[in-house]
């Protein structure tokens, strides 16, 4: 018998990965805090994460002192499953610092698609509806390019 064939990673399937429930460590995921967004599993797992009140992370201190603050400071955790799909910080502020990018965000109905995306139990659909919209489509080819530009820079 040869070995087990696995099936394709989530990133070659185009579905996202899988998040486990960071209360019972065993179970997928379906569900965030709405206080602290930390994953869990179900209602029992739910009332055992309250019964301590939910912790927001506090950024660790940055060695560079050029800043005395930062441009972008999160008040919440953020899960990613796959580290690859974190932008390094140099993106980051080049999003955070464009114009474009920033005048867009002052339109309240692009406001309310992000939020609905940030704050569903099932990001992925919000965002395929998200997408329907022609103003949050500008908005996210705004930002790849922005985002592919500089990797092409790093090259």
């Given at each position: 018998?040869?070995?087990?064939?696995?099936g394709p990673s989530?990133?070659?399937?185009?579905?996202?990965?899988?998040?486990?429930?960071?209360?019972?460590?065993?179970?997928?995921?379906?569900?965030?805090?709405?206080?602290?967004?930390?994953?869990?599993?179900?209602?029992?797992?739910?009332?055992?994460?309250?019964?301590?009140?939910?912790?927001?992370?506090?950024p660790a201190p940055?060695?560079?002192?050029?800043?005395?603050?930062?441009?972008?400071?999160?008040?919440?955790?953020?899960?990613?499953?796959?580290?690859?799909?974190?932008?390094?910080?140099?993106?980051?502020?080049?999003?955070?610092?464009?114009?474009?990018?920033?005048?867009?965000?002052?339109?309240?109905?692009?406001?309310?698609?992000?939020?609905?995306?940030?704050?569903?139990?099932?990001?992925?659909?919000?965002?395929?509806?998200?997408?329907?919209?022609?103003?949050?489509?500008?908005?996210?080819?705004?930002?790849?390019?922005?985002?592919?530009?500089?990797?092409?820079?790093?090259?």
């Amino acid at each position: 018998m040869g070995k087990p064939k696995k099936g394709p990673s989530p990133k070659e399937s185009g579905t996202p990965p899988k998040r486990s429930c960071k209360v019972c460590e065993k179970a997928v995921s379906k569900y965030k805090c709405p206080s602290c967004l930390i994953p869990y599993c179900s209602l029992v797992c739910f009332k055992k994460h309250k019964e301590t009140p939910c912790v927001k992370q506090v950024p660790a201190p940055e060695t560079d002192t050029s800043t005395s603050t930062s441009p972008m400071d999160v008040d919440r955790p953020c899960y990613v499953d796959v580290d690859d799909d974190v932008l390094p910080q140099s993106q980051l502020e080049c999003i955070a610092s464009c114009t474009e990018i920033r005048d867009a965000l002052k339109d309240e109905d692009l406001q309310k698609l992000i939020r609905n995306i940030d704050c569903s139990a099932d990001a992925r659909t919000e965002l395929d509806k998200a997408m329907e919209q022609e103003m949050f489509r500008l908005f996210t080819e705004k930002i790849l390019s922005m985002v592919n530009q500089s990797g092409d820079q790093r090259l």
